[in-house]
């Protein structure tokens, strides 16, 4: 089974807090299975994800934001296996992980969104972050900041 992981620079929660206020670095993880087989368990998957956030979180003041849309219907079992990851690998340790459920209108439907923030719990910024964070759904209702 291969796997494709990427980190982007993440704009979302910026645009959830007002011009004046500083964030620091959020990037947003893309985790997308690349070859077409059916999955079959493989517990590296699992440690070899570990290792990469691991890595990430080196620097204290970055922020990760996990986002799982259900154009497929599979949101949710993407996001519960990625918590399963979180959980099972000690990241709780110095890691903290929030969940946040989205729902918002778009003109034809209402989407949902599956969304995680992780951040290492010697963040400085933790509060802002969470604000952030929390403020999404607002926002995407067309709520200002």
């Given at each position: 089974m291969e796997y494709r992981v990427a980190f982007y620079e993440d704009f979302t929660l910026a645009s959830c807090v007002g011009n004046d206020i500083e964030l620091g670095n959020v990037y947003q993880i893309t985790i997308d299975k690349i070859s077409s087989r059916p999955e079959q368990f493989d517990v590296l998957i699992s440690k070899t994800i570990k290792n990469i956030i691991t890595a990430f979180f080196e620097n204290i003041h970055d922020a990760l934001i996990y986002i799982c849309d259900d154009n497929d219907k599979k949101a949710f079992q993407r996001f519960s296996v990625f918590d399963r990851w979180y959980k099972k690998r000690s990241m709780t340790n110095y890691i903290t992980k929030l969940d946040n459920i989205i729902e918002f209108d778009s003109d034809t439907e209402t989407i949902?969104?599956?969304?995680?923030?992780?951040?290492?719990?010697?963040?400085?910024?933790?509060?802002?972050?969470?604000?952030?964070?929390?403020?999404?759904?607002?926002?995407?209702?067309?709520e200002k900041p």
């Amino acid at each position: 089974m291969e796997y494709r992981v990427a980190f982007y620079e993440d704009f979302t929660l910026a645009s959830c807090v007002g011009n004046d206020i500083e964030l620091g670095n959020v990037y947003q993880i893309t985790i997308d299975k690349i070859s077409s087989r059916p999955e079959q368990f493989d517990v590296l998957i699992s440690k070899t994800i570990k290792n990469i956030i691991t890595a990430f979180f080196e620097n204290i003041h970055d922020a990760l934001i996990y986002i799982c849309d259900d154009n497929d219907k599979k949101a949710f079992q993407r996001f519960s296996v990625f918590d399963r990851w979180y959980k099972k690998r000690s990241m709780t340790n110095y890691i903290t992980k929030l969940d946040n459920i989205i729902e918002f209108d778009s003109d034809t439907e209402t989407i949902k969104l599956y969304t995680s923030l992780m951040f290492h719990k010697e963040n400085t910024n933790f509060k802002t972050i969470t604000e952030a964070f929390n403020n999404i759904s607002n926002v995407l209702n067309g709520e200002k900041p």
